[in-house]
């Protein structure tokens, strides 16, 4: 077993994301198949307990670079630290989230270690050269197959479709000293509600765009609370402040597919579309019949969302009870 698999893991307040064992999980059943070793990155600080977990999920080896600076996400930190285990570990393989942290990342550690590059990928086979992945393309009109060769091969992976599957392995920790330079940035920290499920984990989203009309989107929370369920957002509602940005949805957002997609008030451009065409179900509300939108929904409601929504909220809320 010389060859090896690298997932990164993201963690905070010393839990690990469910996008960390749904990629573990994904990295074991590729390992298997390969028939090579599986080992996971983990940066900061997190419990000896939480870090046991990992083995849970099939890591052979869990590699720790424990260092305050590594606390908080930062690009050129994590970049450097991160291609110096890439280096030394020399992984045929790379899974990381496909969030906007896990997007950025895979760009500069590409650049950096000179890998082949994918993200928001659906699904990762190997193949007799290198490793083919599934993926939506071109504003997500396509569904496509590339391959890509060299070692490694970095894949961003769209973490809500695949599935998490325990299988224990040896979970050998191991410690790695690598000086971490200071960030040439400057840090902002966003206090998160961690009560709330991550947007790009959500099997629920109600989604607002212009037609929202202001930042009060409490209407839709209602609804997403009810689907225990996530608020997203088209670029419009991004734009005008109504909304943080890690809220946002499509081309230039995140990549959603949950199991239902609700869009209220969102006309449906060519670059929402694109971020939630892998989306089970599509349900558009909106006032003008001829709002594109309908055309890419399975089910639309024409019509005021802000009567439409607290109707639909309140038939859920009952059959719930
Ligand atoms: P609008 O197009 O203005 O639509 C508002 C809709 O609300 C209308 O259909 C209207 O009928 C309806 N409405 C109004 N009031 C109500 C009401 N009370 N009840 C029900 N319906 C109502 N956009 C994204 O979303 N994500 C991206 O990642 C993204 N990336 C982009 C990248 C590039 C390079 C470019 C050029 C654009 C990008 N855009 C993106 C912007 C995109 O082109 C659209 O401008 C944007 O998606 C429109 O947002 P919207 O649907 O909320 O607003």
Known sequence: MSENLLVIAEHDNNKFSTATYQLLSTGHMLSEQIKCSLSVAVLGSITPKALNELAEYGADKIILVEDEKLNQYVSDVYTHTLSAIITQENPLLVLLNSSFAGKELSATLAARVRAAVATECMAVRKTDKGFEISKFMYGSKISAKIELYGKPVIAAMQT??????????????????????????????????????????????????????????????????????????????????????????????????????????????????????????????????????????????????????????????????
């Open 160 to 321: 809500s479709s695949l599935s998490i599957v325990k299988s224990k392995r040896a979970g050998r920790i191991v410690k790695l000293n690598i000086s971490v330079p200071e960030t040439k940035f400057r840090i902002v920290r966003q206090e998160n509600n961690t009560e709330k499920i991550p947007l790009s984990q959500a099997r629920a989203v109600v989604s607002g765009g212009r037609g929202v009309g202001g930042s009060d989107f409490s209407v839709l929370e209602q609804l997403a609370e009810t689907l225990n369920g996530a608020v997203g957002a088209s670029r419009s509602a991004i734009d005008a402040g109504w909304r943080p940005v890690s809220d946002q949805i499509g081309q230039t957002g995140i990549t959603v597919s949950p199991d239902l997609y609700i869009a209220c008030g969102i006309s449906g451009s060519s670059q929402h579309i694109a971020g939630i065409a892998g989306s089970k179900t599509v349900v558009a509300i909106n006032k003008d019949s001829h709002a594109p939108i309908f055309s890419k929904a399975d089910y639309g409601i024409k019509g005021d969302l802000f009567e439409i929504i607290p109707c639909l909220t309140e038939v859920l809320k009952a059959r719930k009870h």
